[in-house]
């Protein structure tokens, strides 16, 4: 079992930065593959980025490329994700994800709030 709770969200006004960050408790955490998804208003859950277990392998949604930087600690079992010039669309709740093949388990954060005034 992996408990994971999204920290970083809050209020920002377009074009500002935010860092979320998810603390994983459990059991081997750098088994397990992260990722970002986020959530808008009225919209389905959404991809953003995800991040192999070393750290090497990262993946992200066209919107946010170049913009958004995923990455994890290991050695402190939490991943990061680092939002600059971020935009009134990027307004949504962003959920941590921790995800494994085999055997297949799939764990969510609670979510945390980031909203982009213009």
């Known amino acids: 079992q992996v408990q994971l709770v999204e920290s970083g969200g809050g209020l920002v006004q377009a074009g500002g930065s935010l860092r979320l960050s998810c603390a994983a408790s459990?059991?081997?955490?750098?088994?397990?593959?992260m990722a970002w998804f986020r959530q808008a208003p009225g919209k389905e859950r959404e991809f953003v980025a995800s991040?192999?277990?070393?750290?090497?392998?990262?993946y992200y949604t066209d919107s946010v490329k170049g913009r958004f930087t995923i990455s994890r600690d290991n050695a402190n079992n939490t991943v990061y994700l680092q939002m600059n010039s971020l935009k009134p669309e990027d307004t949504a709740v962003y959920y941590c994800?921790?995800?494994?093949?085999?055997?297949?388990?799939?764990?969510w954060g609670k979510g945390i709030l980031v909203t982009v005034s213009s």
């Open positions: 459990g059991r081997a955490f750098s088994s397990y593959v």
């Open positions: 991040i192999g277990w070393s750290g090497e392998s990262t």
């Open positions: 994800n921790a995800a494994k093949a085999t055997p297949k388990v799939d764990y």
